[in-house]
């Protein structure tokens, strides 16, 4: 059963000490045995083998395990970009994988026993060692640590971030910290020079609406000289002069009105994000109403029918804001109906994080080659003569959605099939 040698061995009386064998047992299953074999003597006469065989399978599947483990962690450290090290509680390193040496350019064995200020700069591994008692002090982890150091070989600044454990030994005592650090120096270069670009960005959108806000404003006045003073000829002249100068003086009104109408939107425009008020909780349903109610008159003229389809929901957003909104779109529905009774209907779907609204008309409908340029200001696809308005409404809707983070759109068959303003809100329950 033990094998021909062992059994021989066991027979001639010969000592063993911790010889493992593979056997089989007695149900034909192979297992490994310990046997130690001593001989046993009185007064220098042998009287017999005492032999002890012990079952140590489970404990070799065990070390084969650990041993397998074992490897599968150092093959993963040696390939990974990220650098596994470990530090004592004083700081210096005592295991290092190779990464290290993608990322500041050092090998694992100029860095093992250096204290971690012997590849840092001073400011920087100074901040470590405090990272360091403080993982100490709580016996809290440590995550997204960010410092830099320099590259041996190029001298180039290398921005790390940073994770780590604890260490202790086995009564409990720190012994250290374990942790993997990684190069986000390309990624960190990119977020600042992002950062830079939107700060930029929104500083001069500021400057813009400023402007826009400021020119409008000082315009409006010497605006409003010239149309009292042209409805002053209109009214004094008509009939005096001859037909032309009635005709230009009414141009010259009709002008100065529609150019008071776009300073008036554009210092609308401007005002979205300057002069927005706090978002609160709005009861969709109450807006609905107040609109229809603005609406009431170019409602009746036009014989629409807007029916709201379903619950609408209460959403936190500027309540002055979404009324424009709503204004907005449905006067267009309005407006831009085919011959007939336009047909408007408004409805709310609720998802996890957002509500979507539509307001869908029965309309002239809109070109896909136009569904975008629309929330442009100033785009307009028809001449004043075919429907009036000043080209900004659909860009004042759009400039309020995405200052409360939804986005809108426009889902058209095409020209004649009506058209469906699709918008969302985000939706905090
Ligand atoms: P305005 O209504 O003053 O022309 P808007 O910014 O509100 O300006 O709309 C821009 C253009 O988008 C309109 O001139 C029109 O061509 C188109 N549009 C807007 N709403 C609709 C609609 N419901 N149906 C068809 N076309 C529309």
Known sequence: ??????????????????????????????????VNVAVLAEKNEEIGTLCVVKNITEIKRAERRLKSNEERLKDLIESTSEWIWETDDKGAIIYSGAGIKSILGYEVKEVLGREVSGIMPEGESKRFMECLVNVKRTGKPFSRFVTFGFHKNTGSKVIIESNGVPVYDEIGVFKGCRGASRDITGVKTAQ?????????LRRSNVELERFAYVVSHDLKEP????????????????DKLDKDADEFIDFAANGAERMSRLIDDILEYSRVSTRGSEFEKVAVKEVIARVLDIL????????????????LPEIIADPHQLTQVFQNLLENAVKFSRTGEPEIK?????SEDTVCFRVADNGIGIKKDYAEKIFDV?????SMDEYDGTGIGLAIVKKIIERHSGNIWVESPGEGFGSVFVFTIPHKK
Do not use: P, W
């Not at 409602?299 to 807007?306: F, H, L, Q, Y």
């Not at 408004?346 to 609720?350: F, H, L, N, P, T």
């Open 1 to 34: 059963m033990l094998g021909e040698s062992l059994t021989r061995r066991i027979r001639q009386g010969i000592e063993i000490r911790n010889e493992e064998a593979e056997i089989e047992n007695c149900k034909g299953e192979k297992i490994v045995v310990l």
């Open 192 to 200: 600042e020079s992002l950062d830079r670009m939107v700060e930029e």
């Open 223 to 238: 605006l409003r000289m010239v149309a009292s003073y042209v409805k002053l000829l209109q009214k004094r002249y008509r």
């Open 296 to 311: 009431r008159f170019k409602i009746k003229d036009s014989g629409a029918r807007i029916n709201v389809e379903g619950d």
């Open 346 to 350: 408004i409805s709310a779907e609720i």
């Open 378 to 382: 100033f785009q307009r696809l028809h």
